[in-house]
């Protein structure tokens, strides 16, 4: 771990290696020692690809206190490679027609048909890496390089809020309306973030991983109204990588 | 209990509710937000006897008009956009009291950006995720719009609290601001960081809450390739392919993908907030011990003056 000064308030943890689902693994034990340490003076922390973002109160903690309390953190000794548990949660989608106005070039520009990339979509499970650019946006990993697309030349003013889309060789799900650059091929009926719920306002978080599958256009207004209702659970099964 | 405080007649250029910001939540991609000028926020709220991090109606540039609804105890710090009530200049970092029925209205520009008005009491309106700063953005509230009533818990405090004139920032147009190299320093040249810090860069009128836009005469930066995205604190100085460096502000997201040359230090950011469009900043290297040094200090101004305004209730 090589540790970088990031201003007076905030350091930068780096991990070595590519980014791979294993140095996730590392990056999410990282902060699960961090919660479990809860080092005086420590505000929160974010974590990132490759790195682990902490942000403190200097008034509290000074830097060279803080490092050597993240030096003394068992990971940094250990080097046990412990499995953590992560969550599979599974995401129901409606693709392609109004809610997927890119599904076509998506396909067209991989050479497939739409159902082959509908298809292939729904083939992995994909790995949250970090969470970032809009209040629940999952970063995801995992997609497979027959339907990674370029970002739009033109970003739309407006993408919809549940929108999920495709840019290079990652896929997301657009957690509110927001202007965006990303293939849209479908839409979630289901809710990623919900500024109201002070008590769960969020869907995913960095670690776990998600797999998509395709539903009708009468099971996602089922589903719609089951959100709409508080009533709908997601499927989430435990998982072991 | 809650009171209707304020009609507004006009509100102003850009008027929002800001506190402290949203903490905790940046690992969901939830910005910060809060108030731009984190002292100016903490001195108005002192000074109409709140707690320190209370939420303040933030201004900018030109203020907004406003009909009083009730009587209370207010104070405006930050900017000076001239602070009148029924036409009568009013004097700002200094508590005083406005009636049911008093316009309060803003004149000429005359320094900074951001001016921050405090009601003793504080402010009623709806909090998200612990804080009432709106972030329109991410779907936290809704700007101060004209006709909105706005409700508070209003209070007569004690009036004439104020800071020494000798305690009072003064907003230049030309400002030192002092940086912590890094988190990225390796993606640059030592050259390309002599320059940064020799050159003498201008603040662009495209600049908001999300980030200051700087027009900086380096032709070439050799290395400005994307990096893996990672977290942006306040005061973060990116460098995008253009060349023309983003200072990350108030309303950021959390997370980004250009190589960071160094940050801001945090008791310098008032200082920069406050610069107006086309002002001009000279940046200077400062060790992280220097800057926590100038960040302990700010905290104990404002704690003293915190324990100076509780001393004389």
Known sequence: MKITVNGDKAVKIEFPGSVTADLNQEIQRFCRELEAAAINGVVEWVPAYKSVTIYYEPTKILYSELVN????????????????????????????????????????????????????????????YMIGFLPGFP????????????????????????????????????????????????RTPITLFNPNDEQNPFQFEAGDQICFYSISEQEYQRIELLVKRGEYQLQIDGCID | MSQEIFHIIKPGLMSTFQDKGRTGYQRFGVPVSGAMDRFALQVANIL?????????????????????????????????????V????????????????????????????????????????????????????????????????????????????GLKISEIPVYKK???????????????????????????????????????????????????????????????????PNGQPIILMADRQTTGGYPRIGTVISSDLSKLAQLVPRGQIQFYRTTIEEAQNQAIKMEKSIRNLALFRKNIN
């Open chain 1, 69 to 128: 309390t993240i030096n003394a953190l068992p990971s940094h000794h250990s080097g046990e490679d412990q499995k953590i548990t992560s969550r599979l949660l599974h995401v129901p989608v409606l693709y392609g027609g109004n809610v997927g106005p890119d599904l076509e070039r998506v396909a067209s520009y991989n050479h497939l048909s739409p159902n082959e990339v509908i298809k292939l979509h729904q083939e992995a499970n994909y790995l949250v």
């Open chain 1, 139 to 186: 970063y995801l990993g995992g997609l497979n390089k027959k339907i990674a697309t370029p970002r739009l030349e033109e970003p739309r003013a407006s993408t919809f809020a549940g929108a999920v889309g495709i840019a290079h060789e990652q896929t997301g799900i657009y957690p509110i309306e927001s202007p965006g650059g990303w293939n849209i091929i479908g």
């Open chain 2, 48 to 84: 109409v006897g709140n707690p320190r991090y209370e939420a303040c109606i933030e201004v900018a540039l030109i203020g907004p008009k406003i009909e009083m609804l009730h009587s209370m105890t207010i104070a405006i710090t930050g900017a000076n956009l001239e602070p009148k």
């Open chain 2, 86 to 161: 029924n036409g009568e200049a009013k004097p700002m970092w200094t508590s005083f009291t406005v009636y049911k029925g008093d316009r309060l209205s803003f004149g000429r520009h005359q320094e900074g950006v951001f001016a921050y008005i405090a009601i003793a009491g504080g402010i009623d309106c709806p909090s998200f995720l612990g804080s009432k700063s709106t972030d329109v953005k991410s779907g936290f509230g809704v700007p101060v719009e004209k006709g909105v009533r706005i409700n508070g818990f209003p209070r007569i405090n004690k009036t004439n609290v």
């Open chain 2, 174 to 240: 030309k400002v030192e601001i002092a940086v912590i190299e890094g988190p990225h320093t390796e993606m640059f040249t030592a050259e390309e960081r002599e320059q940064f810090f020799n050159v003498t860069h201008t603040l662009e009128a495209n600049s908001n809450r999300m980030g200051y836009r700087l027009k900086t005469n380096i032709e070439h930066w050799g290395n400005t390739a994307n990096i893996w995205s990672d977290a942006i604190p306040y005061g973060g100085i990116q460098i995008p």
